[in-house]
């Protein structure tokens, strides 16, 4: 994997931020964060506003930060929560590269496709069966078609190419399982014979959070029953991949509340009968920057506290999901929060090279475990 992360560093590097912005331009909340031991969180974005805005927030928040009970260094322009020791620095930034105000879909109109016999799930066939909330989904930037034997079951019988919008999934743009099909073909699976077709059953929920999915949830049943129609269809999964957690990485929600909803859903995943290794991302960060975004009170103008209180939701949520990692029944999917900003169209979503980058994190994961 050395030439990957030789690309990361690359894909980083071109298209890094440009700097403080001018009066008048543009400008990206951008956050640094760090722990009481001083290891560095990952950096995420804000909204896009104009640059005097961007500079009353970052230093309303340095004045409001006391009232809070938080202490402020004004020489290095950060505030810290003295109870978990996270300190936090607001920065307005510009990058050219992103858009103030994305608008899905980014593709445009959704390419239709013609349905294909469904492959035999025989020896060589990998079947991923995929859920989660939208990174999972089809949100990303940057459509690609994989290559030959590869397939998305919509259900019901019906196979198509694979092919971004991923058949059968939630959104309209792209996801990294296109591009990860590709890299796994001819990787050994998980029997170790050579892998010469791939299924992606893609059945992630924009939004959803982890109470969604557990027995009692709301999309529980949608979950249990698209497991039994492919195996009907005899497409039954070899690998479950669960990517979520950004929905519940806001400070209301412990380590241990995330892991035992996982664990409940794992037991609704064995009632099918199917034993497939589970893969769990670690990823939390979402700050989605749209054209529909709610007022600036609720997006641009928020307090010191919201900051704290959502780093520490993130590490809640990436501690749970690394608790219900055992390496044989549930396996660690990529760390997901290590794609920084830049690499994000909208605050949350991947563009074209964070795709590749989350492709290639993927192949890492299922080819190591």
């Known amino acids: 994997m050395k030439s990957f992360f030789g690309s990361f560093v690359a894909l980083t590097i071109a298209i890094a931020w440009t700097g403080a912005p001018a009066i008048g331009q543009t400008a990206f909340q951008y956050v640094n964060a760090w722990t009481g031991d001083g290891r560095p969180l990952p950096d995420t974005t804000g909204q896009a506003t104009d640059f005097r805005t961007c500079a009353e927030v970052k230093n309303r928040n340095l004045d409001l930060a006391p009232s809070f009970g938080f202490t402020v260094d004004r020489d290095a322009g950060t505030f810290t929560d003295p109870k978990s020791g996270i300190t936090i620095k607001q ?97 050994n699976g998980l029997d170790g014979s050579p892998i010469n077709r791939i299924v992606v059953i893609e059945r992630a929920i924009s939004g959803s959070s982890i109470a969604d999915w557990i027995p009692e949830g709301a999309y529980n049943g949608y979950l249990v029953a698209q497991i039994k129609d492919a195996i009907a269809n005899r497409l039954t999964p070899t690998r479950f991949i669960f990517s979520q957690g950004e929905s519940n990485a806001r400070g209301n929600m412990f380590a241990q509340q995330w892991a035992n909803n996982f664990n409940a859903i794992l037991t609704s995943l064995r009632s099918t009968g199917v034993a497939a ?93």
């Open 91 to 187: 920065s307005c930034i510009t990058n050219p590269a992103l858009v103030a105000t994305p608008v899905h879909p980014f593709g445009g109109a959704v390419p239709k496709l013609a349905a294909v016999p469904c492959p035999k799930a025989s020896g060589g066939a990998d079947v991923w069966f995929i859920f989660g909330q939208s990174i999972a989904g089809n949100y990303s930037e940057g459509r690609y078609t994989a290559g030959p034997s590869t397939y998305a079951y919509a259900g019901g019988g019906l196979c198509y190419p694979l092919s971004d919008p991923v058949a059968g999934a939630d959104g309209e743009d792209a996801g990294p399982w296109t591009r990860l099909a590709d890299l796994m073909m001819n990787q």
């Open 277 to 369: 290794p589970t893969y769990v991302s670690q990823e939390t960060i979402c700050n989605l920057r749209t054209s529909a975004n709610p007022s600036p009170a609720d997006v641009v103008f928020r307090t010191p506290d919201y900051y704290i209180t959502h780093e520490l939701g993130r590490i809640a949520i990436r501690a749970g999901q690394m608790a219900v990692v055992n390496g044989t029944s549930v396996r660690a999917g990529p760390n997901l929060d290590q794609i920084g900003p830049q690499m994000r169209a909208d605050g949350c979503h991947m563009g074209n090279a964070g795709l590749v980058i989350e492709a290639n994190l993927w192949l890492e994961a299922l080819v190591t475990h």
